[in-house]
């Protein structure tokens, strides 16, 4: 089976940081590239971004590139998000899914329970 984890979310003033953690269980990581999505309140989920398997390639939406970075620990199974210089429009709920290749075309798995982002002042 192949799940994955999100945590490291909270709530953070406007300019902050948080450092989300994707954690995978029941299977390889090395095998797969790892999509970051998030969905704010009444609107659909959205890519912000995505790291193949080796971490050799990264992609990023438009609204965080400069602010937020991808990468991954394999032998911990786990990828993160690094975010920094949080804006009120990051706000959502943040979920991780595995891939084949990035960016993600069909996700492998169902989704999680993600990990909730709150920046406000």
């Known amino acids: 089976q192949l799940q994955l984890v999100e945590s490291g979310g909270g709530l953070v003033q406007p300019g902050g940081s948080l450092r989300l953690s994707c954690a995978a269980s029941?299977?390889?990581?090395?095998?797969?590239?790892i999509g970051w999505f998030r969905q704010a309140p009444g609107k659909e989920r959205e890519g912000v971004s995505c790291?193949?398997?080796?971490?050799?390639?990264?992609n990023y939406a438009d609204s965080v590139k400069g602010r937020f970075t991808i990468s991954r620990d394999n032998a911990k199974k786990t990828v993160y998000l690094q975010m920094n210089n949080l804006k009120p429009e990051d706000t959502g709920v943040y979920y991780c899914?595995?891939?084949?290749?990035?960016?993600?075309?069909?996700?492998?798995?169902?989704w999680g329970q993600g990990t909730q982002v709150t920046v406000s002042s």
């Open positions: 899914v595995a891939a084949l290749n990035c960016p993600v075309t069909v996700q492998l798995g169902s």
């Open positions: 029941g299977i390889n990581l090395d095998y797969y590239s």
């Open positions: 790291i193949n398997n080796s971490g050799g390639s990264t």
